[in-house]
């Protein structure tokens, strides 16, 4: 079963995260003195879905989020299922290839913007950034940017993003379904429940369709939902 969302229960998960880095935090600190940060900016371009806390991540071509096509990562699928990034943090600080991990806090709503800083390899290395976070209310939908290369001195660049559907649960746009903080159609908040099936794979989100509890005249969108730059600042 899924967990509702919350934001202590997140905040906790994030701490539990952090003492599980402890061990290779010298390692960590390591890959993150190496002479560039970025500047990442996050634009809800939806008019009814709430972005859950946003994951950003530096690392190396090797290493990748998702595949379209292909079964999504138990980590990815809490991220897209609960809003839950704790998983899919811990376990890109467990892999060499990642460069640093940063984590925002809070929802990023329609028309808002979200801004982190993040660490990465300057010069012509090969390093890349990827960022994801969960749309609410749906039941396992997600944007990203999975693994772009990291703009040049005095280079700002911009994308334009669509959701995804991590493919791990059935979208069946019920209450008791699709965890948040408050819904008007659910006159409270979200639930914790998880609807076994699925595709199987990520794709392309199809969206909301008006087959459970939210109109898609207020919740639907066309992609993208997302517009992300990147600009270095140091």
Known sequence: MKTAFSFNAL?????TVASMAAAPQALADDRSRIGASYEITITNLTRGQQFTPILAASHMPSVRLFE????????LATLAEEGNVAPLTAALHANNGVLEVVNGEG?????????L?????????AARISVAAMLIPTNDTFFAVNGVTLPRPGETLAFTVPAYDSGTEVNDELCASIPGPFFAECNGSGGGAAPSGGEGYVHISAGMHGIGDFKPSNRDWRNPVARITI???R
């Not at 905040?11 to 701490?15: D, F, R, Y």
């Not at 379209?68 to 980590?75: H, Q, T």
């Not at 929802?107 to 801004?115: D, F, H, I």
């Not at 800083?117 to 290395?125: A, I, L, P």
């Open 11 to 15: 905040m906790i998960a994030l701490s």
């Open 68 to 75: 379209l096509g292909k079964p999504a990562s138990s980590e």
């Open 107 to 115: 929802l990023t709503q329609p028309g808002a913007t979200t801004t």
């Open 117 to 125: 800083t993040v660490n990465g390899r300057g010069g012509t290395g």
């Open 231 to 233: 600009r270095r600042v």
